[in-house]
């Protein structure tokens, strides 16, 4: 089943499959941060980031929301519809944290009145540099159009986080989010995992993301271990 590897990024590696329409996305235990100048691994961390993904993928489905996602073919790897990826990271932020707060005058913890949408060029060569439409559309990487309706689905993505994981006393101060074209029409793609998302415990404000590995914050299998359990608790049944 799983052909040709496509693609390794910093913590999955895409393949090819039989079929053309779909690939495979393995995630991996590799870690890194700050243009990949901080790399290590985290033994399970793949696994349960897989599990969260999946969960977060179908939940977004069954609210209507088309994604990436097909099924799981092991415990960490996903197959997936092969897109074309949108060379735009879409950053919801809830509540300041992260670049945010170190590029403009906004403290940490900031609960902003509605969300701050941001969105980054993806390109590790210019340091993922802050892109508004305009830009964007210069670039060639979507069209004012598609930039609509991906802010759009970012926006409805973010509402439907935010409700669940509240609901599992997760607070959601950002996340990002890859988008990818098929047969004309937009799904999510990439990953939702602690990866790419802050989770803050509500009771604790304590980070059960990868900001643990970025600035030295604990465990941080442990810590994705405590947002599986919340968020996938059928696999450790
Ligand atoms: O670094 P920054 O504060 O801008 O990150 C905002 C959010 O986007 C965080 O949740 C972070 O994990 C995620 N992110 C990501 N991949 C990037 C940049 C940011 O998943 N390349």
Redesign the pocket.
């Known amino acids: 089943m799983k052909g040709e590897q496509l693609y390794s990024g910093k913590a999955k590696t895409i393949y090819r499959t039989e079929d053309p329409s779909k690939y495979i996305s393995e995630f991996r235990d590799s870690l890194t941060a700050f243009d990949g100048k901080k790399k290590s691994e985290a033994s399970k961390k793949g696994y349960y980031n897989a599990q969260i993904s999946k969960k977060l993928f179908e939940l977004l489905e069954s609210k209507g929301i088309r994604t990436h996602y097909v099924r799981m073919l092991s415990d960490t790897e996903m197959l997936v519809e092969a897109v074309d990826i949108i060379k735009i ?1 879409v ?1 919801p932020r809830n509540i300041a ?4 707060t170190r590029r403009y005058p906004i403290k940490e913890g900031t609960v902003f009145k509605k969300p701050v949408m941001v969105m ?1 060029y993806k390109s590790d060569e210019y340091g ?1 540099p802050m892109l508004n439409e305009d830009i964007a559309v210069a670039l060639g990487v979507a069209t004012y159009e598609e930039i609509a309706t991906i802010r759009q689905i970012a926006l409805k993505v973010n509402e439907i986080l935010i409700k669940y994981l509240d609901e599992r006393g997760i607070a959601l101060p ?3 989010l890859e988008f990818g074209r098929k047969d004309g029409q937009i799904l999510v793609a990439d990953e939702i995992s602690c ?4 989770f803050w415990d509500k009771e604790t404000g304590k980070s059960m ?2 900001d643990i590995f970025r600035f030295d914050k604990g465990d941080l299998t442990k810590a994705y271990e405590d947002v599986a359990k919340r968020i996938a608790p059928e696999i450790f049944q």
């Open positions: 990271e950053i944290a992260g670049s945010i980054d993922d950002d996340f990002k990866d790419t998302c802050r993301d990868k």
